[in-house]
């Protein structure tokens, strides 16, 4: 699984392709666009170049980052690799256009700029046949409840990968009941756990994006097939 591994390596070292100066040791070799565009031709499952390539990279640069070995600037050209590998990863894992099944609006809580999990999660929620409606990142507790307001069916996915950001989680789930909203909260995020989700009544929680579908799909009442 040489491949996989030298996926994680240019995540970790910010290499998006061929043609990318940066970092100058690897200037004219393969970079993560190249070696993602070699794995889908040598027919590597799409979600273990995910797990295995994309993430695990993105999980080496974290562990990193904890024990000061590398900076904000360093994590921030690993996610320029990281969204340049998602983009070719997107259309497998959207898939082909279904029929809707329901809507989910998505966003990463205020003061967090964190999207990569986030944009994840909603091109898997995508290909599953959800419509999503993505706030973005650093989104206000309001533009949550307007958005439910808006549409009343649709599951609310929050995003926080912060220990400073995650209490805005709770705001948002408080002032939709209060405004007697009744749309189903799923939160997911490297920073909040099922304890956290009981604690703050949400109605789920997913550790990563490949179970976000199944959970949306129970807290609609689909059956899966
Ligand atoms: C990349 C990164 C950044 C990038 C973000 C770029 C971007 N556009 O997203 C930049 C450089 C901007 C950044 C900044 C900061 N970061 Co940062 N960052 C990371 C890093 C390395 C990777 C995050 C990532 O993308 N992971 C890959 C994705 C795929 O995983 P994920 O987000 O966890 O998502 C998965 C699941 O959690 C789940 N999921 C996520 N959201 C949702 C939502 C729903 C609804 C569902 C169902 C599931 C779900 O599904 C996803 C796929 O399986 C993490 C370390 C880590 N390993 O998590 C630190 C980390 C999150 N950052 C950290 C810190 C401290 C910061 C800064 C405060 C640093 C600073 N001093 O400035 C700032 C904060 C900026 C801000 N206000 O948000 C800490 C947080 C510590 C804590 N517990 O609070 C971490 C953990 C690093 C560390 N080990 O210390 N960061």
Not at 56 to 78: A, H, N, Q, T, Y
């Amino acid at each position: 699984m040489g491949i996989l591994e030298d996926i994680s390596n240019s995540i970790v070292k910010g290499h998006v392709s061929q043609q990318s100066p940066y970092p100058p040791e690897m200037q004219g070799k393969d970079g993560v666009i190249e070696l993602v565009e070699k794995a889908l031709a040598e027919d590597i499952e799409v979600g273990l170049i995910l797990k295995e390539g994309l993430i695990r990279g993105m999980d080496e640069i974290g562990r990193k980052f904890s024990s000061g070995e590398c900076f904000v600037p360093e994590m921030l050209v690993s996610a320029q690799a990281m969204k340049a590998g998602l983009k070719h990863l997107e259309p497998f894992l959207k898939g082909e256009e279904k029929r809707k099944m329901g809507t989910v609006i998505l966003g990463t809580v205020k003061g967090d700029m964190h999207d990569i999990g986030k944009n994840l999660v909603g091109m898997i929620l995508e290909g599953g046949g959800f419509e999503v409606i993505d706030l973005g990142i650093n989104t206000p507790v309001d533009k949550f409840v307007s958005k439910a307001k808006e549409n009343p069916n649709a599951v609310i996915g929050m995003s926080a990968l912060l220990t400073t950001t995650i209490g805005n989680m709770k705001l948002v789930v408080e002032a939709l009941r209060s405004e007697g909203l009744n749309n189903k909260v799923v939160i997911g995020g490297a920073a909040v756990s099922q304890k956290f989700m009981e604690e703050i009544k949400a109605d789920a929680y997913s550790r990563d994006a490949a179970k976000a579908v199944a959970i949306v799909k129970e807290l609609l009442g689909i059956k899966s097939v």
